[in-house]
């Protein structure tokens, strides 16, 4: 295989804390070669493993990985331990796990001639940038990508910077990233203005035409539409000045609500049309808006529509650091656009990124209100991100023409900049 030229984040540092909240979230699905060796490690009751639960099933979704590894009647992963560790982990070393388990919570993605690095927020370890910094893990990251990295990565096409324009090529594109990523860095800056105006210029932008703009051009364009963001955004307007999200705008949100609130329990897993019967009532309900939502996790109990909308308890002080971080994660990534985000255009795919703040910020008003809390607090921000991002660019609904549809209309009645000023604030 030829060299990986891996891309490594300079602001995230990240390492495992036994939580086991991977193991509790995610279905691990795994090739035929994983089955026979988990198979050959002969699990018994005498080591942990219940009569009832099987440790390897069927996964009907893939016809690469057809199996997944069996979950405890909790959803927990059959091979999770009471500490935290796991059984496979623990008796055979890390080597003996399947590739998904060893390499989460990193992502691998392709960024022109390198392979860039990002993580992923459902881990609570990531979301509180605790443990070693990402950039010193350079050894363990080269191991992880040679498995999972094709040969030919340098032939992934770039993403598109508009839905209708495919003219540009890596560089180019990197250009347009290096600008989103810049447009952050300012740590004295709120995030909310400077995802306003970031916002603002990713609209111009999908209005250009790039037949002619290639180049230094492109720097050249950059640099005029940020400085006319900067003038429509000098500062965040009073809350007495916010405009009024549209009617169906309220709607196509909550129907976002509804997928990125949404969690798989092995009850529902066991029994996919009582899955699909919930998911229904759910999506139901949230087009509705009215009376009480409905349980889709559990720290999102049943709580008034009304009720979350009308909180006003404040964000906590750490709001700016993490969304900052998050967003610029994603971003240096490529975990918003392209082969790494359902193909979606550069311009699109931030929409949907920029979406994630007012979605993570509804969720934890839900979760605040749960808890019956004033305001929301850290932990609330914290445990709303994490829910949020176990779907983001892994969620098969989320890469359906009807989401994107979603995102875009939300963008072409402006609708995205109030929706971000009515839950930062």
Request: proline residues 6%; glycine residues 6%; negative net charge.
């Amino acid at each position: 295989m030829p060299k990986i030229d891996l891309q490594l984040p300079t602001i995230q540092n990240w390492s495992c804390h036994n939580c086991g909240g991977c193991c509790r979230q995610h279905l691990i699905a795994i090739t035929e070669d994983e089955k026979q060796r988990i198979d050959k490690q002969n699990w018994t009751v005498d080591d942990g493993i219940s009569a009832e639960n099987a440790v390897v099933v069927k996964n009907p979704d893939s016809k690469t990985r057809p199996w997944r590894l069996g979950h405890q009647k909790d959803g927990a992963c059959v091979f999770l331990q009471d500490d935290g560790l796991c059984r496979i982990h623990a008796k055979f070393g890390e080597d003996a796990k399947p590739l998904a388990c060893r390499i989460y919570p990193y992502a691998f993605h392709p960024m022109g001639n390198k392979i860039t690095v990002g993580l992923r927020y459902s881990c609570p370890s990531v979301v509180a940038n605790n443990g070693d910094a990402v950039a010193d893990q350079l050894g363990d990251l080269k191991k992880y990508a040679k498995a999972v990295v094709p040969d030919n990565y340098k032939q992934t096409p770039p993403p598109n910077i508009t839905r209708k324009d495919s003219t540009l090529a890596w560089p180019d594109i990197l250009k347009v990233v290096q600008a989103l990523d810049a447009a952050f860095e300012d740590e004295e800056t709120p995030f909310t203005l400077q995802l306003l105006r970031t916002v603002s210029w990713v609209n111009l932008l999908s209005q250009s035409s790039f037949e002619k703009i290639q180049g230094a051009r492109i720097n050249d364009l950059l640099e005029l539409l940020i400085a006319a963001a900067e003038m429509e955004w000098e500062e965040l307007p009073d809350e007495n000045e916010l405009e009024s999200i549209s009617r169906i705008g309220r709607v196509m949100f909550r129907l976002m609500i509804s997928v990125y609130g949404r969690k798989e329990t092995q009850q529902e897993l066991d029994s996919p049309w009582k899955s699909r019967l919930l998911s229904l009532k759910a999506t139901t309900k949230f087009a509705w808006g009215g009376g009480k939502t409905p349980e889709l996790y559990e720290m999102l109990p049943q709580i008034s529509f009304t009720d979350i909308e009308n909180f006003n308890g404040g964000l906590p002080e750490g709001f700016d650091e993490l969304f900052r971080r998050y967003v610029r994660m994603k971003i240096q990534g490529m975990h918003f656009c392209g082969a790494a985000y359902y193909y979606y255009p550069v311009t699109t795919g931030f929409y949907s990124l920029a979406l994630m703040v007012p979605v993570t910020l509804w969720l934890a008003r839900w979760i605040a209100l749960g808890q019956h809390h004033d305001q929301v607090t850290q932990d609330d921000l914290e445990l709303a991100i994490s829910i949020a991002d176990h779907h983001h660019g892994y969620s098969p609904v989320l890469g359906l023409s009807p989401f994107r549809k979603r995102v875009e209309f939300l963008d072409s009645f402006g609708d995205i900049p109030r929706l971000i000023l009515n839950y930062a604030r």
